[in-house]
Nanobody, 131 residues
């Protein structure tokens, strides 16, 4: 069974850092583009970042550009989201998602965060930024 599992969410103070991890089981990630999305209570899901299957291409939402970094280690079947300079508005449940055969979406900020391209989703990990 194909499964994505996120981890690393926590309560952190503004200005702090967290690294989220996305682990795959039941399939190898090296054929998939991976996206990170988030959803805060009462708000719509928002695309945060994406990375191509090889890791060559990455893209970010304007709200996180310069603060978040997406990376992957295909040998470990893992994708990461390093989040620095966290703000209270970053508080949300963060999800990773996998998209097969559509690496081209990662070259464009708009398509990178279009949820319709992603066929596999994790359950999410909670990030809370508060003093």
């Amino acid at each position: 069974q194909l499964q994505l599992v996120e981890s690393g969410g926590d309560l952190v103070q503004p200005g702090g850092s967290l690294r989220l991890s996305c682990a795959a089981s039941g399939f190898t990630l090296d054929r998939y583009a991976i996206g990170w999305f988030r959803q805060a209570p009462g708000k719509e899901r928002e695309g945060v970042s994406c990375i191509s299957s090889s890791g060559v291409y990455t893209n970010y939402a304007d709200s996180v550009k310069g603060r978040f970094t997406i990376s992957r280690d295909n040998a470990k079947n893992m994708v990461y989201l390093q989040m620095n300079s966290l703000k209270p508005e970053d508080t949300a449940n963060y999800y990773c998602a996998a998209a097969e055969g559509v690496d081209y979406i990662t070259t464009d900020q708009r398509t990178c965060v279009m949820a319709t391209y992603y066929g596999y989703w994790g359950q999410g990990t909670q990030v809370s930024v508060s003093s």
